[in-house]
Structure formats: structure tokens, C-alpha cells
């Protein structure tokens, strides 16, 4: 079957960063203990994520788990919550066996929402609480132009921060309000100075493309803003409108107008950077060549030893994944994390959803296959005993017949095309399994 021959396929249709979904997740009936769910699981490389529910304004586009500001001392509360929850934690890890983290990280929301001092106490609760020395460590923390302060980044300089995500946008303010992100140039330069200031290894700079009124010269004028600061690495996400958030109002997620625009506007961004000294990692992110890694790649075949702290965390064990409730609504958002600073045991899983082998080989497959690097086959057949092409004969021939595979890989790998890398977010939903995909689509945005 030729390429032509085939109906179209919408280009945007999921960002998968994580396998199975979050709209997949239920409440676990029977609560296993985290004790009994980490006792058999390798805990010599963990990788451990503490988020942060709160910003100071929520984008049009955001549907995270996050709220707006935090009245009182709600993140006091929130930090108590979060400091007894990682004792539990470490306590169900038990001390039969080493246990030590690869990786850290402090996401959202926005971490840098909590000042300086409190910054101080998040990292000394992954230090001293989970026992994550975070000198020793990539560190990768995400930041906002508004709260990118002096003092919070000393402190997650001299606390050992690898990485610094500054989610900018768009550089030209006329977009950024059109993305319900109120925010002035300036502001973004000087945060940017800020964090060059502090020597942190890596800065990445996250930039969206589709947004009302964008054209492909004021997207390349974002990009070349942005690499005016030579930035270790950059992140180019489409657009998405998804139900419940600022922009919702809108009906241009079924236009096929405006996935033709988002296509067009990420091939420009792509040959833009790839014209530069960047090399292509995934879909949306971009290394500067010659920059050091700092951690695994894009979430790239992070199949379990996730531990998550925090009400938005996600938390993934070979047989489970697991977390608290997720909501989009701004009220059950904080009714959600007023339940979680009241709690008083976290020592068992409230909400998940069970992974098996089969499922595990199709996070494996998707994971792997969204990278620019390719799945090797061999490392899928030493994991699992089988071959991806006799697992999934049906999905890998479609891809291969839309030119979604690059055919000059050879038998030992599994690469997409540079076509297959623009359709990685029409692709990777085909690799869902039907049992998910029926939970997804019975849960109820809320």
C-alpha cells in the first residue's frame, strides 16, 4: 500500500510522555501497602520527582495538576503533608537492600512558587527524608520567568541543580497573552540572565507553536530569541486545547487547517534548529551538540523505579502505577490538595492502575519508539523474551506503510522517519491497548 493511498491521520492527538495514561487511573479498592508493592523492585537507581501544585497565574493552555496562588499557609501545610508522606515512603522501602536515586527532579505547577526557604526545606526533605543526595545527582527543576528570583535559584544552585526548564512560550508578548500567559519580554530576559548567572549546567527553554496570531516569522523570532541564550537545550510544543482549561472556549482542535499550521510550523522549527548545532532527541526536544545528558531523555523508557511525592506525583513500579486523585477544575484541584495536606498515612496506594507484561511491553515500545534514537531490538528481546515485530505486527506494518519508520535503520533497530517523529503524537495513541483506551475514554473530565 502506498503512502498516498491512505486516509489522513490528525497529527495532534495525545502528547504521551507516560504509559498507561492518567485518565487511565482508578481508586485502588483494596489499597496495597507501599511496602509490600516496593519489596520485590530494584531500588539501586531510583528516579525521584517531587511536585509542586501551585502558580502564580495558570496558563491558557495548562491542564496540570496545579491552582493559582496559596492562601494562607497553604504551602507550609503542603510541605508538612509532603515531608510526612516522604517518611512513609522511605520507611516502606525498608533497609534490607541499598537504596539510591539516579535521578532527581522538582516539577509541577511551579517549584519555584515556594520562596527561597522553602525551597531550602523541599530539597532537605528529598536529602535527609528519602536519601537522594542531590549534589551527586542530575537535578532538574522547572521555573517561570515571574518566579526565576536571585535567591531561589542560589538556593537550587548551591543545593546541586542540574537543569533549569524556564517555560517562556513565546517571546513576543502579543502571543504570550493570546496563550492566557500575562508576561513581558523583559521579564523573560531578565529571568534568563538570572539563571545564566548561576552557572547551572543546563538550561532549557520551553517555546509553543500554534498559538492565534502566530506567524512563521514571529515563530522564528522566538527561536532565535531563544537561542540568542545558546540554551543547553530546547523544548517546541504544539498547542493543545484540552477541556477544562483557558482555552477550551475554542473549537480549533478538530481543525484541519490548524494541524496543517502546527505541522508546518514544527518542520520550520525543527530545520531551524537543526541548522544551528542542535541535535533532534524527540518530537519536541532539542540538544545543543556537544551539551551533556542530564538524565534520561524525554521520560525515555522510565519503566518503573518512579518514586512521585506530592498530590500531582506519579509513582511507578514494574506491576503498578500508581497516585492521587487528578482533576483539571480549579475547585476539586483544591479540594484534592486540601484533602492531602489533612492527611496523616501515605502508607499505601490510593489511585492506579495495573500494568502486566503485555502492557509493559507497550510502554517499552512506545517509550523507546518516540525517541529519536530508536528502539534496538535486542534490548526488547532481553527484556522480554520476544520480538516487537511479532508483538505488534499489526501496528509496526501501519507505520511502516505511512513512511513513519525509517527503512535505512536495518533489522536491529526500530527508528521513526523524520516523518514518524512529526506524527509522534497520532502515532504513540496507536500503541494504546484497548483496555486503556476504554478507560480513557470512560473517564469523566472533572
Request: net charge negative; hydrophobic share 40%; charged share 25%.
Amino acid at each position: 500500500m502506498t503512502t498516498s493511498a491512505l486516509a489522513p491521520v490528525r497529527p495532534y492527538q495525545s502528547y504521551v510522555y507516560a504509559y498507561p495514561h492518567k485518565t487511565a487511573y482508578r481508586p485502588l479498592p483494596h489499597r496495597p501497602a507501599l511496602r509490600d508493592l516496593w519489596r520485590d523492585e530494584p531500588r539501586d537507581a531510583l528516579s525521584l520527582y517531587l511536585h509542586i501544585p501551585f502558580c502564580e497565574v495558570r496558563c491558557g493552555f495548562c491542564n496540570l495538576f496545579t491552582r493559582i496562588g496559596a492562601p494562607g499557609e497553604l504551602t507550609t501545610r503542603y510541605l508538612d503533608a509532603l515531608d510526612r508522606q516522604a517518611a512513609a515512603v522511605r520507611d516502606a522501602l525498608g533497609d534490607d537492600g541499598p537504596v539510591r536515586f539516579a535521578t532527581a527532579a522538582f516539577g509541577g505547577g511551579t517549584p519555584t512558587f515556594l520562596d527561597a526557604g522553602e525551597l531550602e526545606r523541599l530539597c532537605d526533605i528529598a536529602e535527609h527524608r528519602m536519601g537522594a543526595d542531590l549534589r551527586a545527582v542530575p537535578l532538574s527543576v522547572e521555573a517561570s520567568p515571574a518566579t526565576a528570583t536571585a535567591d531561589r535559584l542560589a538556593v537550587l544552585a548551591d543545593r546541586g541543580a542540574t537543569r533549569v526548564s524556564l517555560g517562556v512560550q513565546s517571546f513576543v508578548d502579543d502571543e504570550a497573552r493570546a496563550a492566557v500567559r500575562p508576561q513581558r519580554r523583559a521579564d523573560v530576559e531578565a529571568a534568563l540572565t538570572r539563571i545564566r548567572d548561576t552557572a547551572v549546567p543546563v538550561l532549557n527553554i520551553d517555546l509553543i507553536y500554534g498559538i492565534d496570531g502566530q506567524t512563521p516569522a514571529s515563530w522564528r523570532a522566538s527561536l532565535d530569541a531563544a537561542l540568542a541564550w545558546q540554551p543547553e537545550e530546547l523544548y517546541l510544543y504544539p498547542l493543545y486545547v484540552r477541556p477544562l482549561t483557558g482555552l477550551a472556549r475554542r473549537a480549533e482542535d478538530t481543525d484541519p487547517a490548524w494541524d496543517e499550521q502546527r505541522l508546518r510550523l514544527y518542520r520550520q522549527g525543527r530545520d531551524h534548529l537543526l541548522a544551528r548545532g542542535y541535535e533532534q532527541v524527540s518530537m519536541r526536544m532539542f540538544r545543543r551538540r556537544g551539551a551533556a545528558a542530564q538524565g534520561p531523555d524525554d521520560h525515555a523508557c522510565q519503566t518503573d523505579g518512579m518514586i512521585g511525592l506530592g498530590c500531582g506525583a506519579r509513582s511507578y513500579t514494574a506491576s503498578l502505577h500508581y497516585s492521587f486523585d487528578y482533576a483539571v477544575d480549579m475547585h476539586r484541584i483544591r479540594s484534592i490538595i486540601d484533602d492531602y495536606t489533612q492527611a496523616r498515612d501515605f502508607t499505601t496506594a490510593r489511585h492506579g492502575r495495573a500494568v502486566d507484561t503485555a502492557e509493559a511491553r507497550r510502554r517499552h515500545l512506545l517509550q523507546s519508539l518516540l525517541q529519536a534514537a530508536g528502539l534496538p531490538v535486542a534490548e526488547y528481546r532481553e527484556r522480554f523474551g520476544t520480538d516487537p515485530r511479532t508483538d505488534f505486527p499489526a501496528e509496526l506494518a501501519g507505520f511502516a506503510d505511512r513512511g513513519w519508520l525509517d527503512q535505512e535503520a536495518g533489522p536491529a533497530l526500530l527508528r521513526l522517519s523524520p516523518e514518524g517523529l512529526a506524527h509522534s503524537d497520532a502515532l504513540g495513541p496507536v500503541l494504546f491497548s484497548p483496555a486503556v483506551r476504554a478507560a480513557m475514554a470512560a473517564y469523566e473530565a472533572r
